[in-house]
């Protein structure tokens, strides 16, 4: 009896170690968000189901603005503690069922499912206003005089048919917001 209680105790332990690898693989480490990896497998999961349900679906794409110099000024340890508080707003500010990833560097993305154009931009501005309303350490030596970041919108299959290209479209539109000074929320028009 013993040995049976102590190989169910050890198959336990082992099938909680295994969901731990597969949470740890999805998971960036520093801000607790989906990774890249799964933010891409989520997007081609929903593109892959819009036949079926001709639901569309939105992409935003934000980027922490000036965070070069943030970290060049305050170095990367409060850098990271900014990335930590971002990504923070994201997760607690997105709808059940949303993806919210760290795209890279300080590029953030959120997958909506089931959200047109204009729900989009409303997520966008909610969150785009809880980033500019938060207070960062040493947010006022930031050349904007406070930490913000800047959006780029795209809606599937509206803005973009494949994977790639709405990736692309809610980049433009986040370049887009770039060069118009930053601190914005840009949504891709129709061609």
């Known amino acids: 009896m013993k040995h049976i209680i102590a190989k169910i105790r ?11 690898v ?3 693989a999805d998971t960036d480490r ?3 968000l989906a990774n890249r990896r799964r933010m891409d497998e989520f997007v081609e999961a929903m593109v892959t189901l819009y036949p079926g349900e001709q639901q569309p679906f939105s992409f935003i794409i934000a980027d922490v603005d000036h965070f070069k110099h943030y970290n060049d000024t305050h170095g990367h340890q409060m850098g990271d503690v900014v990335l ?28 909506l499912p089931k959200c047109g154009k204009m729900n989009a931009l409303l997520i966008g501005d909610k969150l785009h206003t809880a980033i500019a309303d938060e ?6 030596q930031q050349p904007l005089g406070n930490l913000t970041c ?27 917001g770039k060069k118009r000074g930053r601190n914005t929320v840009v949504a891709a028009e129709p061609d």
Request: some cysteine; aromatic content about 8%; overall charge negative.
């Open 10 to 20: 050890k198959d336990h332990h082992l099938h909680k170690e295994l969901e731990q």
């Open 22 to 24: 597969e949470i740890t």
């Open 30 to 32: 520093l801000t607790g």
């Open 84 to 111: 930590a508080s971002v990504a923070s707003i994201f997760k607690n500010r997105i709808r059940r069922g949303d993806l919210a990833a760290r795209f890279g560097g300080d590029e953030f993305v959120v997958i």
């Open 135 to 140: 207070k960062f350490p040493n947010q006022e």
């Open 150 to 176: 800047t959006f780029g919108i795209a809606t599937f299959p509206e803005d973009a048919d494949t994977r790639e290209l709405l990736l692309k479209k809610a980049d433009d539109c986040l370049y887009e």
